[in-house]
């Protein structure tokens, strides 16, 4: 799962040199073919702060923000979430975050939250098999399984095409989505899911009643 902070640093992740040994030995352990590196799985592996596994067959569950959803000018609401020791639960409180709407919350407009959902659906069964997604108005959820593609190499895919045609849509230029993304990887058949039923409950949570812009309804309407 990565745990990295909202706000861009010029520093860089921060040096963790027990964990990139840890890494290295248990790497040893969980090794990943000769043809998945070509491809560019990445195995076992970190980004400063947490381990994280990017290999075939891996059900993965990511959730990646607007530039803006932790506004510079509002540091004093979550900045003192990072200093939480808990991984598990600075991730719970840093997307409690993201439900107070924060930011200009473009997703708000169908035509984007359309977009960005299509742009998930895509190449469903080709890259990657989709699970479940949810589009809140300033972050995203998926839930899928990697198969042929890198982990890294779908999500860049998604944020760059939706990006580009969200700012034409708007009428902007600059950043659309914030550069990092959170990851776990599903431990377990239950692992997988209560993050469902976190997906599907998110809008409720959040006080969008009557949000349509996640699997499970869009399914229902289909």
Not at 206 to 214: D, I, K, S
């Amino acid at each position: 799962m990565s745990d990295s902070s909202p706000s861009a640093s010029s520093n860089g992740p921060p040096h963790r040199p027990r964990l990139r040994e840890r890494i290295a030995l248990n790497r040893k352990y969980q090794p990943i073919s000769r043809e998945d590196q070509i491809a560019g799985f990445r195995g076992l592996h970190e980004r400063g702060y947490l381990p994280h596994r990017d290999a075939p067959g891996l059900t993965q569950f990511v959730t990646f923000r607007l530039a803006d959803a932790f506004p510079a000018e509002l540091r004093h609401e979550w900045e003192q979430l990072l200093t939480l020791e808990d991984h598990t639960e600075r991730r719970a409180q840093l997307e409690a975050y993201l439900d107070l709407g924060r930011g200009e919350c473009w997703l708000r407009d169908p035509r984007l939250a359309e977009l960005t959902a299509n742009a998930f659906k895509h190449f469903d069964g080709q890259r990657y098999r989709l699970i479940a997604w949810c589009v809140m108005p300033n972050h995203a959820h998926v839930l899928f399984e990697t198969t042929t593609t890198p982990m890294g190499e779908i999500i860049e895919s998604w944020k760059r095409f939706t990006s580009t045609h969200a700012n034409k849509l708007l009428g902007r230029r600059g950043p659309f989505w914030q550069e990092d993304y959170w990851d776990t990887f599903m431990r377990n058949s239950e692992h997988e899911s209560s993050t469902i039923h976190y997906m599907e409950n998110n809008p409720r949570k959040a006080g969008l009643e009557r949000w349509p812009w996640r699997s499970s309804i869009k399914t229902a309407m289909e």
